[in-house]
Every structure is written in structure tokens, then in C-alpha cells.
């Protein structure tokens, strides 16, 4: 395993300093390796890091390169699904066979959006932006099946059970934790908000759907103090 920070080896994995950015030890990770599960991401280089990793398969002989990417990265014009985009090509055109599967937004991101915003007084509410929340274990079960099997290129997309606008997603928020906040109607201007509300950031027909909901997500992970109401109010 890849790590940034050096980390003892235990339960049968050894670990290797690294970083994808700079290319720093990702030889030596790879190395004898089959099968390699790209997961790193962070708040900027995820393309350059994408590139690192696959130029060093190729070097290594890695036969199955698995990525897990994000849905609307080749509709949404923002500048964070475009590096994504790159991502994926650095991924998918070097040679190594690989399997690339998009995820939707995963259920811990909507919950710090939402309680980020709900520190507010009063919580702006963009009208437009809809998302399918997916529990990140089910992620993590499907990059395992991909992971064990062969290469299968780009694989049907996998979003939650269904979609929610940000109003639905924050009052739920706000009603398992007990908490009343005001929402501010407001418009997301610009290309960026003409493709939301064109749910270009959605999964397509013939995506995967996950089980768990976002109100089964916040009932385990959100605990509501006594007597607070457990169903949205508006």
C-alpha cells in the first residue's frame, strides 16, 4: 500500500512511502504488483497523481488498473470534475488494461456540505443542485468485485437509491439533529447552474443503484438528541 506518511506494516500489508504527485516511491510501490486500486484523491493534482501511478504500471507490468471516478466528469464545466476528466484519461489511454467505475457524491461529503451550512443563521438553499447520495461501503464492495476480476473498462455507473434536491438533503440534516435553521432560496447562475438543474451531474440510464438511503445513512451516523422531531420540516 501507498502511503504518503511512513506507517508500519501489519495484517499481511506492507506498506511504501510515497507520493503520486511527485512520483516519489510509486515505482517501488508497484513493483511486482498485478493488480493496482487507484483511491488517492485530494483537494488539487489528482490528474497529475492519475499519471504518476499509470506511467509507473506500464513500467512495472501492473495487468489491471482499477479507478473509481465521479459522475458528471466529462458534463459538469467545473474546474474540479475537468481535473477528474484528466484523471481519468491518464488512467485509461497508457495501455494498461484497467476498470474504471463513477461514483455519485458519497453520503459522508453531503453530510459535511450540510453541516457546514447549517451553522448558519439562515441556510442558503440553491435551487437546481440535485444529488444521489451513495453510501461509500457499497462503493467499496463494487471496486472489490472489480478488483478480483478481470478488466472490464468503463462500468456502469453506481449512484444512490434516488435523487434529492439540497433542500431535501439539508432539512433532513436538520430535522435528525434536532436543529431549526431558515432556507434561503437561491439561484445558481451560470453554465455551472444551468447543468445542475439539467442534472448533468446524475447518473445515467443503466447505472447501479445502491440500497442505502440518505435517511438510513443519517439514522446511524446522526444521532438526534431526546425528544427532537425525526422527520423533515420545511
Do not use: C
Not at 484523491?41 to 513500467?59: C, F, I, N, Q, Y
Amino acid at each position: 500500500m501507498l502511503s504518503h506518511s511512513p506507517r508500519a506494516d501489519s495484517d499481511g500489508v506492507t506498506h511504501v512511502r510515497g507520493d503520486l504527485v511527485t512520483g516519489e516511491g510509486v515505482t517501488e510501490a508497484v513493483r511486482g504488483v498485478r493488480t493496482v486500486v487507484h483511491l488517492a484523491g485530494g483537494p488539487k493534482g489528482d490528474d497529475t497523481a492519475a499519471r504518476s501511478l499509470a506511467e509507473a504500471a506500464v513500467r512495472a507490468g501492473v495487468t489491471h488498473l482499477v479507478y473509481v471516478s465521479v459522475i458528471g466528469v466529462d458534463t459538469m464545466p467545473l474546474a474540479w470534475f475537468r481535473t477528474l476528466r484528466r484523471a481519468e484519461e491518464a488512467v485509461t489511454t497508457p495501455g494498461v488494461p484497467y476498470s474504471v467505475l463513477r461514483a455519485a457524491q458519497f453520503h459522508d461529503l453531503v453530510l459535511k456540505m450540510a453541516a457546514g451550512m447549517t451553522r448558519l443563521p439562515v441556510v442558503p438553499a440553491p435551487g437546481g443542485p440535485r444529488f444521489e447520495p451513495v453510501d461509500v461501503r457499497e462503493v467499496a464492495a463494487r471496486l472489490v468485485e472489480l478488483a478480483l476480476g478481470e478488466p472490464a473498462g468503463r462500468v456502469p455507473d453506481l449512484a444512490g437509491p434516488r435523487v434529492y434536491d439540497l433542500g431535501e438533503l439539508v432539512r433532513g440534516y436538520l430535522a435528525v439533529t434536532g436543529r431549526r435553521r431558515p432556507l434561503l432560496p437561491l439561484r445558481v447562475p451560470g453554465r455551472a447552474g444551468r447543468a445542475y438543474r439539467a442534472g448533468e451531474n446524475l447518473a445515467p440510464e443503466g447505472a447501479e443503484r445502491g440500497r442505502r438511503s440518505w435517511e438510513e445513512f443519517l439514522a446511524e451516523r446522526v444521532a438526534a438528541p431526546a425528544g427532537s422531531p425525526v422527520r423533515p420540516r420545511g
